[in-house]
């Protein structure tokens, strides 16, 4: 499966965004999704996943604030930001893994054998 990852931007702080996560060559409602992002100088770290069958997971950091969800119709995942902060400045990537049991959310990078490009989210002070 080939990922696209979209929409990110330079926001200010409170601002929203909504990242899209476009799969193609295979439907991806067969693998778990997650968002990870990288800031300048820090590991890559896990933000959010979703299973299969629609259960999610959210990192503490953002917690309250994103969510993920996905249209296995239009074989897109997102993630909607919403009272982003600058310490969410970073590049957001989207990963998928397939899997065979429905609630499963892989959250380590590792874990994902699938990657799009990323997309960078800026959000100013």
Excluded: H
């Excluded at 693998?31 to 300048?40: E, N």
């Excluded at 950091?61 to 930001?81: C, E, H, P, W």
């Excluded at 989207?94 to 959310?105: E, H, P, S």
Aim: charged fraction near 15%.
């Amino acid at each position: 499966v080939q990922l696209q990852a979209s929409g990110g931007g330079l926001v200010q702080t409170g601002d929203s965004l909504r990242l899209s996560c476009a799969a193609s060559g295979r439907t991806v409602s067969n693998y778990a999704v997650g968002w990870f992002r990288q800031a300048p100088g820090k590991e890559r770290e896990f933000v959010a996943g979703v299973s299969t069958n629609g259960g999610s997971y959210n990192a503490d950091s953002v917690k309250g604030r994103f969510t993920i969800s996905r249209d296995n119709a239009k074989n897109t995942v997102y993630l909607q930001m919403n009272s982003l902060k600058p310490e969410d400045t970073a590049v957001y990537y989207c990963a998928a893994k397939q899997v065979y049991y429905g609630g499963y959310i892989p959250s380590g990078m590792n874990q994902y054998d699938f990657w799009g490009q990323g997309t960078q989210v800026t959000v100013s002070s």
